[in-house]
């Protein structure tokens, strides 16, 4: 699959000489946006990660985002086969916003030419009155129509934004004009009451995203005006929803999302809210500001479990209180991407550390846990119990489900969030291995290399690279969970206030060759179920950690531990003494602890466990793992207790394998 890449490469290269690999960057005018960003991401291209998560980075650009069969993504625009219903029309976008993500963070020629193919074939298949989708003239604005236009508009922007062709922005253009006569202001469509009935005009309704971004670009009134159309359309009673989805309004007042007017389908929901953090910055209007803090808040206190992502079934279920539950298809990998970009959303907005915080727990677990470990695939679903289980296919044609298409876009977010910009400086959001060059206040660049095994260990050093000596900031984000933190500057201690929760901003004159060095509090820790039932599950840094058959089989005469009830064996303060082994002889594990648990007499014995993304990584039948154990547990019952905890299984059905076409040959 990579030689036929680089030779389709090639080939695309030397018919289009005037193909810069470098994307451009900042095209937005500035004009068009009331609200700057507290934090801006790194300049494309300007960030390197290197170590295990620059590995899945690769692994996922690779064998995933570079290897699409571009002609199976968009056949279905040619072809238009979706009748009323089905959303072939939305793979090309999600698959495509990952790949510009992906191209931005790498930016060659071979990555170029992947996406330049893409987005000449999709545009080929525009017709006369701007529409690109997958479904008949008749069946316009049927079940998933307008959420597919809303990909390919997101597609189209993102491929502006990099390159600055403006081809791709007349044609999202375009699309958006005949959108806006079909369901704009002067139709008499009310834009929430379409799409397919059980989700409440929540996908149709996302499309103002891509709208207000329009808007952004363009300055064109017409795109504000449908903007606003259909935020208002929002609280207007139709066929779907007596009252109105009442966006706005409900996630005001704090209406629990499980109980909201418009359906509590998490993915689509939240995508409507990134709509209204792109039409706040383009307006200014704080009530739209204010919605979308207050639901985004309300999501971390309601529904995130312990690895970074919610929902059962897709939807909103009071996931916080439920997750020690035997939950059967929960944690869409979907949410987990969307949520991820939701949090980006508000980071850059807000300039809050807790989004960050969020995003390194999701980025850890839920996210990582659910692609393969070559990347070339993703779960549907995952778990905190069970097994790990590919997605199945939605669409032959595509040989895609929603969740292959989506789960590298909340991957891809990372090189944008981990080095940020802001008018005073540059922040550090992420710890690892990694280069980066950031623009100074000043207009020089900085560059900060960072050395580190985190989460391994909690030691990270900074070298400071400038041109010329110059007085900023330099904000290290300082995880709510680390109690102890230092910060030496140059061998001296840091003067300011280091608090769990915050950024720790060292203002100073800095100069080339200057030395920072960050100690974060590694401790174990025990985490009580928020819901009280006494279950308890273990954290180190951002990492949750899990039991894996692998690493205690369940019974098999020699390796067992005695057949007692054990506890954590926690201090008073729940904070737990773990032991790193490595990865205990098993290459497919990251890191794996000898964790300390007390049996009924009270004497210590020690239990393996490894990082949640590991654990059930061989993606077998049989490979279980565990999070939440209750207090004390029967080491018999380590796995399964007469439970069926496997994920998107059905009995009698057979368990869903990687496409061949994308297996890492």
């Excluded at 709510?480 to 769990?500: C, M, Q, Y």
């Excluded at 490595?582 to 007499?601: C, H, L």
Aim: hydrophobic share 40%.
């Amino acid at each position: 699959m990579k030689r036929i890449i680089i030779a389709m490469a090639t080939v695309i290269i030397a018919l289009t000489p005037a193909v810069a690999a470098k994307p451009k960057n900042n095209l937005k005018p500035v004009s068009h946006i009331k609200v700057a960003n507290a934090l801006d991401p790194a300049p494309s291209g300007s960030v390197q990660i290197d170590g295990f998560i620059g590995n899945r980075l690769d692994l996922c650009i690779e064998n995933r985002l570079m290897a699409q069969d571009i002609e199976r993504v968009v056949q279905p625009f040619r072809d238009k086969p979706d009748g009323n219903w089905g959303f072939r029309s939305e793979f090309w976008g999600k698959w495509f916003t990952g790949a510009m993500l992906a191209y931005g963070y790498q930016p060659t020629q071979e990555h170029r030419a992947v996406v330049e193919k893409a987005v000449r074939e999709l545009m080929a298949t525009q017709d006369a009155n701007g529409y690109i989708g997958t479904y008949q003239d008749e069946n316009h604005l049927g079940d998933w129509d307008i959420w597919g236009r809303k990909y390919v508009m997101l597609g189209l922007l993102a491929y502006y934004d990099q390159t600055g062709d403006r081809t791709a922005l007349d044609a999202a253009a375009k699309v958006a004009d005949h959108l806006i006569k079909e369901a704009g202001p002067e139709s008499g469509v009310n834009i929430a009451e379409t799409g397919w009935i059980g989700w409440k005009g929540l996908a149709s309704s996302s499309v103002l995203e891509p709208i207000a971004l329009l808007y952004q670009r363009t300055g064109e009134q017409r795109y504000l005006d449908f903007a606003h159309h259909i935020v208002k359309s929002w609280d207007s009673p139709n066929k779907l929803s007596p009252t109105g989805i009442r966006l706005i309004q409900e996630a005001i007042s704090g209406t629990p999302l499980w109980k909201m007017s418009g359906a509590p389908k998490a993915y689509e929901m939240m995508s409507c809210y990134e709509g209204l953090c792109e039409l706040y910055r383009a307006t200014g209007e704080k009530i739209y500001y204010e919605a979308s803090h207050k639901l985004i808040d309300s999501i971390i206190r309601d529904e995130i479990m312990i690895v970074g992502s919610a929902s059962l079934q897709e939807i909103w279920c009071h996931g916080k209180m439920r997750q020690t539950e035997p939950l059967y298809q929960g944690m869409e990998t979907c949410v987990t991407a969307t949520w991820m970009k939701y949090l980006y959303q508000m980071l850059r907005l807000t300039g809050e550390s807790k989004y960050a915080d969020e995003l390194e727990i999701s980025l850890y677990n839920a996210c990582l846990g659910a692609m393969s470990p070559n990347g070339e695939w993703w779960a549907y679903y995952s778990s905190l119990m069970g097994e790990r289980v590919h997605s199945h296919q939605q669409f032959p044609d595509v040989v895609m489900s929603c969740c292959v298409a989506n789960g590298p876009r909340g991957l891809m977010t990372l090189p944008s969030w981990a080095a940020m910009t802001s008018g005073n400086g540059v922040s550090l959001n992420f710890y690892g291995d990694m280069k980066c060059q950031l623009p100074t206040p000043s207009g020089q660049n900085v560059s900060l290399n960072m050395q580190t095994s985190y989460p391994s260990d909690g030691d990270i050093l900074v070298e400071v690279g400038l041109p010329k000596e110059e007085k900023m900031e330099i904000a290290f984000r300082i995880p709510a969970w680390s109690k102890r933190s230092t910060i030496l500057v140059n061998g001296e201690p840091f003067d300011g206030i280091t608090v769990g929760g915050s950024y720790a901003s060292v203002s100073r004159v800095w100069k080339d060759g200057d030395v920072v060095s960050l100690s974060l509090d590694m401790r174990g820790r025990v985490i009580d179920a928020p819901s009280g039932v006494g279950d308890k599950a273990i954290m180190r840094g951002p990492v949750v950690l899990a039991f894996d058959t692998r690493l205690v089989p369940r019974r098999d005469g020699v390796s067992e531990p005695p057949m007692l009830r054990y506890e954590f064996a926690g201090d008073s303060e729940n904070y737990i003494d773990l032991k790193p082994t490595g990865n205990s002889g098993i290459d497919a594990i990251w890191m794996t602890f000898d964790v300390p648990v007390a049996d009924e007499s009270g004497a210590l014995h020690t239990l393996p466990m490894c990082d949640y993304c590991s654990a059930g990584n061989t993606w077998e039948e049989g490979n279980l793992f565990r999070v939440w154990m209750q207090q004390p547990f029967d080491f018999r019952h380590l796995y399964t207790n007469n439970l069926d905890w496997h994920v998107n299984v059905t009995v009698g059905v057979d368990r869903p394998e990687i496409p061949e076409i994308y297996k890492v040959r």
